[in-house]
C-alpha cells in the first residue's frame, strides 16, 4: 500500500524533486527556534541586583582604607565605612516581570533617601518598608501568580473553539494521485477523482457540559489558593513591620548602650586625671592610678563594642526596611512608654479572630475537601458538546461544506487502580490539613502566651531596673561626698561608678525589652501594636472588627 498523497506511478521513474522549499523551510524553523530560545531564557539582572550590595558612594583605594581603631574610637557621627567602587555598566532598571507597578529604580531609591528630613520616626520607617523591602514585592508577585492560576482554572468552564487550516500539495503537479479519503476532525471524508493540490479549513468547538464536579472544584481551588496567597501577603506586611519595629528597638538600645559607653569613659579618665593629680600632690598612690588606669582601658574595650553593635543594628535596620545596609540612618526615641493591661485571654481572642493563619488553615482544609470531591468524581462519566464545520477544496475536486455536531459521554471503565489510590491520597491530605490547623493554633496560643509572659517580665523588671539605678545614683553620689571629706579612698568611688554603669545598662534593657515584648504580642495577634496598646480607647471599635472577622471566618468555613 502506497503513503498517503503519493502518486502511483507504476514503473515510470520518479522526476527530480526540488529541495529549494526545504532550505526555505529550514531556515524559517531555525530562526523560529533562536527567537524562541532567546524568548524563553533571560539573562538574569546580576549587575542592576549587585548595585543593592555595593555602597552607594565610590571608595577610596586601597592605601586610603581607614584602620579599625580608628573606625571604632572616633565619633559615630563622623565614622564611615570603607566603601566600593560603583560599576558604571549596571542598568538603572531592574524589571520585575509578571507585576504591576513593582520596578525598582536606583533614582527612586535614591530619591526616596533625599527626601527624608532628619530623623527616621517608627512610622516612616514601616511605610519606607512597605515600598522598598523586596520580600513584600516577592509576596506581590505570588499574589499575581495565583490570581492568574483562578483565571485558567475559569477558562477551563468556558467552551473551547480552535481553526486550523491545510493546504496539501504533491509533486510533481502534472501528476494527479487518487485520493480514496480525506482525513479531518469528524473523521475520514471520502472523495473520487484524483487531485494533486487541495485545503482543509476547520472550525472545531468543544464545551463539557457536565463533569460531575471535576471542573468547578479545580475552579474553587484556584480560588482558595488566590486567596491564601493574599492572607500570607498581609501576614508578610505583620511580619516585615515587626522585623523593622524590632530593628529600630535594637538601634535605639545599641545607641543607648553608646552613650552610656561614652560616658563611663569619660568618667574613667576624670578619675585617673584626679589620681595623677593626688599622685603628683603626695595625696594619693600609685595604686589608685593603676586601678584608674585600668578602669579606662575597660571602659574604652565596652565602647568600642558597644560602637560596633550599633553600627550592626543599624545594618540590620536598613536590610529589613530594603535601604542599602551602608545608609546613615537615624532614629528617633520613642516619644511615649505604650501602655498595655489586656489579659492573656483577651490576647488569645485577639488572635483567634485577627491572626490570617488561622484562614489560610481554613482554606487549605476546603482545598483538600474539593480534592476528595474531584477525585470521587473521576468515577462517573463525563459529558461533553462538540460540533465541527469543515471547508474542503481543490483542483479537480468539488468544494465541500460539512457541519457536524454530537454529544460525547466518557467513562473510564479501568485504570489499573489509580482512581482508587488518588481517592486516599486525597483522604490523607485531609487529614494532613486537619492536623496541620491543630498545629498552626497550638503554635498561636504559644506564641501569645510566649510574648504575655515576656510583657509581664519585662514590667517587673522595669520596676526593679529603676529602683536600682536610683539607689546606685544616691550610692555614687554619698561616696562622691565622701570622697570630698576623706572619709572613702578612690577606688570606693570606681566601684560605685562601675555600679551605676551596670545600672544603666539594665535599666535601658528592660526598658527595650519592654517594648520588643510588646512588639512581639502585637504580632502575635495579629494587629498592629497602636491598635493593641490603645484598645480600652476604642473598645466598642474593636469589638466590632472582632466581630466583622469572626463573620468572614464562618464564611469561609461554610464556603461550598
Given at each position: 500500500?502506497?503513503?498517503?498523497?503519493?502518486?502511483?506511478?507504476?514503473?515510470?521513474?520518479?522526476?527530480?524533486?526540488?529541495?529549494?522549499?526545504?532550505?526555505?523551510?529550514?531556515?524559517?524553523?531555525?530562526?523560529?527556534?533562536?527567537?524562541?530560545?532567546?524568548?524563553?531564557?533571560?539573562?538574569?539582572?546580576?549587575?542592576?541586583?549587585?548595585?543593592?550590595?555595593?555602597?552607594?558612594?565610590?571608595?577610596?583605594?586601597?592605601?586610603?582604607?581607614?584602620?579599625?581603631?580608628?573606625?571604632?574610637?572616633?565619633?559615630?557621627?563622623?565614622?564611615?565605612?570603607?566603601?566600593?567602587?560603583?560599576?558604571?555598566?549596571?542598568?538603572?532598571?531592574?524589571?520585575?516581570?509578571?507585576?504591576?507597578?513593582?520596578?525598582?529604580?536606583?533614582?527612586?531609591?535614591?530619591?526616596?533617601?533625599?527626601?527624608?528630613?532628619?530623623?527616621?520616626?517608627?512610622?516612616?520607617?514601616?511605610?519606607?518598608?512597605?515600598?522598598?523591602?523586596?520580600?513584600?514585592?516577592?509576596?506581590?508577585?505570588?499574589?499575581?501568580?495565583?490570581?492568574?492560576?483562578?483565571?485558567?482554572?475559569?477558562?477551563?468552564?468556558?467552551?473551547?473553539?480552535?481553526?486550523?487550516?491545510?493546504?496539501?500539495?504533491?509533486?510533481?503537479?502534472?501528476?494527479?494521485?487518487?485520493?480514496?479519503?480525506?482525513?479531518?476532525?469528524?473523521?475520514?471524508?471520502?472523495?473520487?477523482?484524483?487531485?494533486?493540490?487541495?485545503?482543509?479549513?476547520?472550525?472545531?468547538?468543544?464545551?463539557?457540559?457536565?463533569?460531575?464536579?471535576?471542573?468547578?472544584?479545580?475552579?474553587?481551588?484556584?480560588?482558595?489558593?488566590?486567596?491564601?496567597?493574599?492572607?500570607?501577603?498581609?501576614?508578610?506586611?505583620?511580619?516585615?513591620?515587626?522585623?523593622?519595629?524590632?530593628?529600630?528597638?535594637?538601634?535605639?538600645?545599641?545607641?543607648?548602650?553608646?552613650?552610656?559607653?561614652?560616658?563611663?569613659?569619660?568618667?574613667?579618665?576624670?578619675?585617673?586625671?584626679?589620681?595623677?593629680?593626688?599622685?603628683?600632690?603626695?595625696?594619693?598612690?600609685?595604686?589608685?592610678?593603676?586601678?584608674?588606669?585600668?578602669?579606662?582601658?575597660?571602659?574604652?574595650?565596652?565602647?568600642?563594642?558597644?560602637?560596633?553593635?550599633?553600627?550592626?543594628?543599624?545594618?540590620?535596620?536598613?536590610?529589613?526596611?530594603?535601604?542599602?545596609?551602608?545608609?546613615?540612618?537615624?532614629?528617633?526615641?520613642?516619644?511615649?512608654?505604650?501602655?498595655?493591661?489586656?489579659?492573656?485571654?483577651?490576647?488569645?481572642?485577639?488572635?483567634?479572630?485577627?491572626?490570617?493563619?488561622?484562614?489560610?488553615v481554613l482554606r487549605g482544609i476546603t482545598i483538600a475537601q474539593r480534592?476528595?470531591?474531584?477525585?470521587?468524581?473521576?468515577?462517573?462519566?463525563?459529558?461533553?458538546?462538540?460540533?465541527?464545520?469543515?471547508?474542503?477544496?481543490?483542483?479537480?475536486?468539488?468544494?465541500?461544506?460539512?457541519?457536524?455536531?454530537?454529544?460525547?459521554?466518557?467513562?473510564?471503565?479501568?485504570?489499573?487502580?489509580?482512581?482508587?489510590?488518588?481517592?486516599?491520597?486525597?483522604?490523607?491530605?485531609?487529614?494532613?490539613?486537619?492536623?496541620?490547623?491543630?498545629?498552626?493554633?497550638?503554635?498561636?496560643?504559644?506564641?501569645?502566651?510566649?510574648?504575655?509572659?515576656?510583657?509581664?517580665?519585662?514590667?517587673?523588671?522595669?520596676?526593679?531596673?529603676?529602683?536600682?539605678?536610683?539607689?546606685?545614683?544616691?550610692?555614687?553620689?554619698?561616696?562622691?561626698k565622701r570622697l570630698e571629706r576623706g572619709d572613702a579612698i578612690p577606688?570606693?568611688?570606681?566601684?560605685?561608678?562601675?555600679?551605676?554603669?551596670?545600672?544603666?545598662?539594665?535599666?535601658?534593657e528592660a526598658v527595650y525589652d519592654y517594648q520588643e515584648s510588646l512588639?512581639?504580642?502585637?504580632?502575635?495577634?495579629?494587629?498592629?501594636?497602636?491598635?493593641?496598646?490603645?484598645?480600652?480607647?476604642?473598645?466598642?471599635?474593636?469589638?466590632?472588627?472582632?466581630?466583622?472577622?469572626?463573620?468572614?471566618?464562618?464564611?469561609?468555613?461554610?464556603?461550598?
Amino acid at each position: 500500500m502506497p503513503p498517503p498523497f503519493t502518486a502511483v506511478r507504476g514503473f515510470a521513474p520518479r522526476p527530480r524533486v526540488s529541495i529549494r522549499p526545504v532550505i526555505r523551510w529550514a531556515i524559517v524553523l531555525f530562526a523560529l527556534s533562536v527567537a524562541g530560545c532567546a524568548a524563553i531564557s533571560p539573562s538574569p539582572p546580576f549587575r542592576s541586583l549587585s548595585q543593592r550590595v555595593l555602597p552607594p558612594e565610590p571608595a577610596p583605594t586601597t592605601t586610603d582604607v581607614l584602620p579599625i581603631d580608628t573606625l571604632l574610637l572616633k565619633p559615630p557621627e563622623s565614622a564611615e565605612l570603607p566603601t566600593l567602587p560603583e560599576s558604571t555598566s549596571s542598568p538603572d532598571v531592574v524589571p520585575m516581570p509578571g507585576v504591576e507597578n513593582i520596578t525598582w529604580r536606583r533614582d527612586d531609591l535614591e530619591k526616596v533617601i533625599d527626601e527624608r528630613q532628619g530623623p527616621l520616626r517608627l512610622e516612616e520607617a514601616l511605610a519606607l518598608a512597605e515600598r522598598l523591602n523586596p520580600r513584600l514585592q516577592k509576596m506581590r508577585a505570588r499574589v499575581d501568580k495565583a490570581r492568574a492560576g483562578k483565571h485558567v482554572a475559569f477558562a477551563a468552564l468556558l467552551p473551547e473553539a480552535r481553526i486550523s487550516y491545510r493546504d496539501v500539495a504533491g509533486t510533481p503537479a502534472a501528476a494527479p494521485f487518487s485520493l480514496p479519503t480525506i482525513p479531518s476532525s469528524v473523521g475520514n471524508i471520502t472523495f473520487g477523482g484524483a487531485s494533486d493540490h487541495f485545503q482543509i479549513a476547520e472550525l472545531n468547538m468543544q464545551w463539557t457540559i457536565w463533569d460531575f464536579g471535576r471542573l468547578l472544584g479545580r475552579f474553587g481551588q484556584a480560588q482558595d489558593r488566590w486567596r491564601i496567597t493574599e492572607l500570607q501577603w498581609q501576614r508578610a506586611r505583620q511580619t516585615i513591620h515587626f522585623d523593622v519595629t524590632t530593628s529600630y528597638l535594637e538601634l535605639l538600645r545599641a545607641r543607648a548602650n553608646r552613650r552610656i559607653a561614652e560616658e563611663s569613659v569619660r568618667r574613667a579618665e576624670s578619675h585617673l586625671t584626679d589620681a595623677r593629680h593626688r599622685l603628683r600632690r603626695g595625696t594619693g598612690l600609685r595604686n589608685d592610678v593603676l586601678e584608674s588606669e585600668v578602669l579606662v582601658s575597660q571602659s574604652q574595650l565596652v565602647l568600642v563594642k558597644a560602637r560596633t553593635s550599633e553600627r550592626v543594628a543599624l545594618a540590620g535596620l536598613n536590610r529589613k526596611i530594603g535601604l542599602n545596609v551602608s545608609e546613615e540612618t537615624d532614629v528617633l526615641e520613642q516619644a511615649d512608654e505604650p501602655f498595655f493591661d489586656l489579659s492573656v485571654v483577651e490576647c488569645l481572642q485577639w488572635a483567634v479572630d485577627h491572626r490570617d493563619e488561622i484562614g489560610v488553615v481554613l482554606r487549605g482544609i476546603t482545598i483538600a475537601q474539593r480534592q476528595r470531591g474531584i477525585s470521587k468524581a473521576e468515577f462517573l462519566p463525563e459529558v461533553k458538546l462538540g460540533g465541527v464545520g469543515s471547508s474542503i477544496g481543490g483542483r479537480g475536486i468539488p468544494t465541500t461544506e460539512i457541519l457536524t455536531g454530537g454529544v460525547n459521554v466518557e467513562l473510564g471503565l479501568f485504570a489499573g487502580g489509580q482512581r482508587l489510590a488518588r481517592m486516599k491520597v486525597a483522604d490523607a491530605e485531609l487529614a494532613e490539613a486537619f492536623a496541620h490547623g491543630k498545629e498552626v493554633c497550638d503554635l498561636i496560643a504559644y506564641e501569645v502566651w510566649t510574648a504575655y509572659l515576656s510583657v509581664a517580665d519585662a514590667k517587673q523588671r522595669l520596676s526593679l531596673a529603676a529602683v536600682a539605678v536610683e539607689s546606685a545614683t544616691e550610692n555614687l553620689r554619698l561616696y562622691r561626698k565622701r570622697l570630698e571629706r576623706g572619709d572613702a579612698i578612690p577606688t570606693d568611688v570606681v566601684n560605685a561608678e562601675l555600679t551605676m554603669t551596670r545600672a544603666q545598662q539594665g535599666w535601658l534593657e528592660a526598658v527595650y525589652d519592654y517594648q520588643e515584648s510588646l512588639a512581639a504580642v502585637a504580632y502575635a495577634v495579629g494587629v498592629p501594636l497602636d491598635r493593641l496598646t490603645r484598645q480600652r480607647d476604642g473598645q466598642a471599635a474593636c469589638a466590632a472588627e472582632t466581630d466583622h472577622s469572626s463573620a468572614e471566618k464562618g464564611a469561609v468555613a461554610d464556603h461550598d
